[in-house]
């Protein structure tokens, strides 16, 4: 969704920093061989969440929802030189693919893919994080948030993808199996409202929340 005219989109990212050749390869892979290739964050968020990770400059990061590995890739760009990425996904059919491209950047030996139910793995890595990503089923968002929080050190990011929700999230009623929207309605209302953080919502793409633990 743009919320600002095309063209003037198409400015925005003409003058941001270029796609790395890598990440090129794999955002035209993903769209040739991998169901809803729109899920990817592409070349302009990407350079933004690359861009936040060098400023946070993270030794420890956390994504929830790898997909096919190009936000992780984006994201490992600040990571400090002994830090790890893990990165936790449901998708098994993706798993080699995602690691094709891990193993091509310099990053490969700093990411740990994780297989299966977030809810079920997070409380059992024993670290704490400095950046953590979520981008992954909407409904457990608040879910996500609410194990987290306790591992994600004073000054870490959460970044929080798809808040905005193509608008949706202004709608007052909904389909009946519509349960992403409500829930996103219920997770910024938490980020906006939880003491131990504080938080500014971005009108990037979909919508991007950073918010900064206390």
């Not at 449901?90 to 700093?110: M, V």
């Not at 970044?159 to 009623?173: A, H, I, P, R």
Request: charged share 25%; net charge negative; glycine share 6%.
């Amino acid at each position: 969704m743009h919320f600002i005219p095309e063209a003037l989109d198409n400015y925005v990212v003409n003058h941001s920093e270029n796609e790395p050749e890598l990440l090129q390869q794999l955002n035209r892979e993903t769209y040739q061989k991998v169901l809803q290739p729109r899920m990817l964050s592409g070349h302009y968020q990407g350079r933004v969440l690359s861009m936040i990770s060098k400023l946070v400059n993270p030794k420890n990061i956390l994504e929830i929802g790898t997909y096919t590995g190009y936000s992780a890739l984006c994201l490992a760009e600040g990571m400090q030189n002994n830090g790890e990425l893990h990165t936790i996904d449901i998708d098994e059919e993706l798993y080699d693919f995602q690691r094709k491209y891990f193993d091509k950047s310099d990053y490969g030996h700093q990411i740990f893919q994780h297989l299966g139910n977030a809810l079920d793995i997070v409380p059992q890595l024993n670290k704490t994080f400095d950046l953590v990503f979520i981008d992954a089923d909407k409904e457990n968002y608040t879910n996500y948030f609410n194990i987290i929080i306790d591992k994600l050190n004073t000054g870490g990011i959460i970044l929080s993808d798809n808040v905005l929700w193509s608008g949706k999230v202004l709608e007052t009623t909904f389909k009946k199996d519509d349960t992403s929207t409500p829930a996103l309605i219920e997770y910024n209302a938490l980020l906006k409202h939880d003491k131990r953080v504080e938080t500014v919502v971005l009108p990037i793409r979909d919508g991007l929340t950073i918010s900064r633990k206390k």
